[in-house]
């Protein structure tokens, strides 16, 4: 890529910190796998483009790519030095205000996601793509090594909570590698982590009521030293716990998310609690 096609620093509040290891861009492209299957009606998606580390590769592989960015300044450069790789969709909007729905209806099919996000908004991207979870085939993201763990932890680790629960609910969380500071421009002041994540069937997620169960995972981990009985007061008594099959006795990060998910099922029987 010509360097004269970005000019612009990186701009900090953007959370702009651009990978330039060849070794961990090859991985991410890997982690995404062979050509996108356009003909099936897959479209691949990149969130965050930034100069193109990851972009370009992906192209020169898949032929063609959709990119979602926010930032003004690279919208130009990034379509110049494109041209060379193949055929780019440049979305230059805030990703929390895409609709993923709407961008799969004209293939049909789903969407497979990547990029390395700007971590001052990882969790609320997460939660906004999860909306949209049944056009989504997956996805790989880099996001804080702190966060990768917390999304991938098992019931009864330090760092088991609301993010662990609400994301493997819906998905299959697969931490793949760790990335350290050094291998971007500039440097984050934190370790890094690539994470791919698979939206379960339908039929596999068993969640009734969404709202109910967000609610019942928002509050038990509210207060995180409190017990289920206590930390769920304003929700349910412990009986209604116990009849779910829980103790109520254990604390949030004891209890595995498919005693959440039952536990929500059976709160909210018709309606969802709010
Ligand atoms: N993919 C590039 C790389 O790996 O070098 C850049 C990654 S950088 C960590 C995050 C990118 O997300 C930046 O290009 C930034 O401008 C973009 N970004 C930040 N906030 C955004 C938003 N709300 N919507 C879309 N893109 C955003």
Sequence with gaps: MPASHFTEPAKKHLGQHFLHERTYVDRIVQAVGPPVDVASGERLVEIGP????????????????????????????LTEAA??????????????????????????????????????????????????????????????????????????????????????????????????????????KVDSAVVRLVPLDTTEIGIGHPDTFARVVRDAFGQRRKTMRNALSRVCDADAISAAGISPTLRAEQVPVADFVRLANSLAGGADIR
Excluded: W
Excluded at 50 to 77: C, M, Y
Excluded at 91 to 115: C, M, N, P, S, Y
């Design 50 to 77: 930034g100069q193109g580390a990851i972009t370009f590769p992906l192209l020169d592989r898949h032929g063609a790519l959709t990119v979602i960015e926010f930032d003004r300044d690279l919208i130009s450069p």
């Design 83 to 188: 041209r060379a790789h193949g055929e780019l969709t440049v979305i230059h909007r805030d990703v929390l205000k895409v609709d993923f729905t709407a961008l799969a209806e004209g293939v049909r099919q789903r969407l497979r996601l990547v990029g390395n996000l700007p971590y001052n908004l990882s969790s609320p991207i997460l939660f906004h793509v999860l909306e949209h979870a049944p056009v989504v085939r997956d996805m790989v993201f880099m996001l804080q090594k702190e966060v990768v763990d917390r999304m991938a932890a098992p019931p009864g680790s330090k760092v088991y909570g609301r993010l662990s629960v609400m994301l493997q609910a819906y998905c299959r969380v697969e931490a793949l590698f760790t990335v350290p500071p050094g291998a971007f421009r500039p440097p984050p």
